[in-house]
C-alpha cells in the first residue's frame, strides 16, 4: 500500500521569507512523487514531479522540491513567498511498481498563508 | 490547448436519485482517472480507464458506483440511490499514456451535494 503524510494543517508565512511544506511517503517500491496546488473553486494545478536523477526538482511559479530517500521525504520549497502563493498543496505519491496501479495518492494538504 | 472539463460544475440532489458526472479528457489522452475529494480531504481514488476500458476500479466504494468511457474519450461517472455521505466533489484528471511517469492533469471539479 502507498501513502502520503502532510503533518502541517496549515502553514503561515510572511511575504518574502521562505516557504516549506512538508510531505513524508511511504511505498512498498521506489516512488513517483509530485505536488499539485489547488486554488479556491479550482482544480488542481501539477506544479512538479520527480521521477529519477538530480534529487532537486524544479517547477512552476519558483518552487522546488527535494526527493530525500533515506527520509522518505519530499518537501516543496521556495525562497521568497507571495501573498499569490496562498492555496492548498497537495503532495501525492505512485509506486514504481507497475503492480500498484497508476492511481495517486494523496495527502491530505496543507493550507499556505502568506501574509503581506 | 483545452484543459479537462466536466459538467455540471454543481449538482444537487435528493436521496436516493440517480446522477450522471461528465468528463471531458484532454484530446489525445488515453488515461482517465475520477477521484472524490470531501471537505478538508485530499482527492482519493476512485478508477482509472486505459482507453475504453476500466483498468483499475477498486477505489469504487460500492455497487452504487459505476463508470463507463464507451469511446476512450468521455467518461461519465453514474451513482444511483445517492446517499448524504456521497457529497463530496468529484475530480476527472487524464494524462497522455498510462505510464507512470505521466502527470495528471485535473479539471475543475463537480460539486455534488446530496440533500
Given amino acids: 500500500a502507498q501513502s502520503v503524510a502532510q503533518p502541517e494543517d496549515q502553514v503561515n508565512v510572511a511575504e518574502g521569507n521562505p516557504l516549506t511544506v512538508k510531505c513524508t511517503y511511504s511505498v512498498s517500491g521506489n516512488p513517483y512523487l509530485f505536488w499539485y496546488v489547488q486554488y479556491p473553486n479550482r482544480g488542481l494545478q501539477f506544479l512538479l514531479k520527480y521521477i529519477t536523477g538530480d534529487n532537486l526538482v524544479k517547477g512552476s511559479y519558483g518552487f522546488e522540491a527535494e526527493f530525500n530517500k533515506s527520509q522518505t521525504s519530499f518537501h516543496l520549497k521556495k525562497p521568497s513567498a507571495l501573498v499569490s502563493d496562498s492555496a492548498l498543496y497537495f503532495c501525492a505519491v505512485r509506486d514504481i511498481n507497475k503492480a500498484a496501479g497508476n492511481k495517486l495518492t494523496f495527502g491530505g494538504g496543507t493550507r499556505v498563508l502568506v501574509k503581506p | ?115
Fill in chain 2, 1 to 115: 490547448g483545452a484543459g479537462v472539463s466536466q459538467t455540471p460544475s454543481n449538482k444537487v440532489t435528493e436521496k436516493g436519485k440517480y446522477v450522471e458526472l461528465r468528463c471531458d479528457p484532454i484530446s489525445g489522452h488515453t488515461a482517465l482517472y475520477w477521484y472524490r475529494q470531501s471537505l478538508g480531504q485530499g482527492p482519493e481514488f476512485l478508477i482509472y480507464f486505459q482507453g475504453t476500458g476500466a483498468a483499475d476500479d477498486s477505489g469504487l466504494p460500492n455497487d452504487r458506483f459505476f463508470a463507463v468511457r464507451p469511446e476512450g474519450s468521455v467518461s461519465t461517472l453514474k451513482i444511483q440511490r445517492t446517499e448524504r455521505g456521497d457529497s463530496a466533489v468529484y475530480l476527472c484528471a487524464s494524462s497522455p499514456q498510462s505510464g507512470g511517469r505521466n502527470e495528471q492533469f485535473f479539471g475543475p471539479g463537480t460539486r455534488l451535494t446530496v440533500l
